[in-house]
């Protein structure tokens, strides 16, 4: 394992962080934070389908049907319509009240359920942004850690496909957390 600022590698796979609009990456996928209606939002999921076109929604519809709201905690596919990204993964972080609702284990399950459908994807990258932080009010600093934590532990245990993962936060003060969060993960390997 080596790492530096901002960047670390885990068997084959690099990670890292970096400040920036998510709906920008040429990652072969990037991560949505949704809601369980796949139905779009604000923040991130609202920037997601304006960038990405229609194409998204209407997937999403179809999953709906299909297999009804998503719980908290699980993901699924869908194209990236007009995205660089050719697909998104759509995941649905837990609300924050408080700590004591199981929301680490929902965030961390959010993370992995993520990877675990880019890695059945044969993908070879995919792009995070920070799941549950902002309308749904996790702290940064331990949603970081949390993040960081179910990533390494993921590329660790089990065999990916994907050689580059990305967190791309929105502001500084996120990005602080989650470069000071991969530092601290890293440290305990
Ligand atoms: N690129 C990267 N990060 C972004 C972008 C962007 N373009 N836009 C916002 N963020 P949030 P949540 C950051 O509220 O807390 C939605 O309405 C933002 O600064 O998007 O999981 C959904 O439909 C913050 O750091 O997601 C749900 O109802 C992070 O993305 C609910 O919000 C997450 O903030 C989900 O809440």
Known sequence: MENALGEA?????RISVTQGDITLQSTDAIVNAANSSLMGGGGVDGAIHRAGGP??????????????????????????????????????????????????????????????????????????????????GYPVAPAAKVALDAVVSFITNETTSLEEVVFVLFNATTYQAYESALGEVMSQA
Do not use: D, M
């Open 9 to 13: 590698t885990v068997k084959h796979t």
């Open 55 to 136: 194409a998204i929604l209407e997937e999403c519809r179809q999953i709906v049907a299909r297999q009804g709201r998503l719980p908290t905690g699980q993901a699924v596919i869908t194209t990236g319509g007009n995205l660089k990204a050719k697909y998104v993964v759509h995941t649905v972080g837990p609300v924050w009240h408080g700590g004591s609702r199981n929301e680490a284990e929902l965030l961390a399950s959010a993370y992995r359920e993520s990877l675990k459908l880019a890695s059945e994807k044969g993908l070879g990258s995919i792009a995070f942004p920070s799941i549950s932080t902002g309308a749904y």
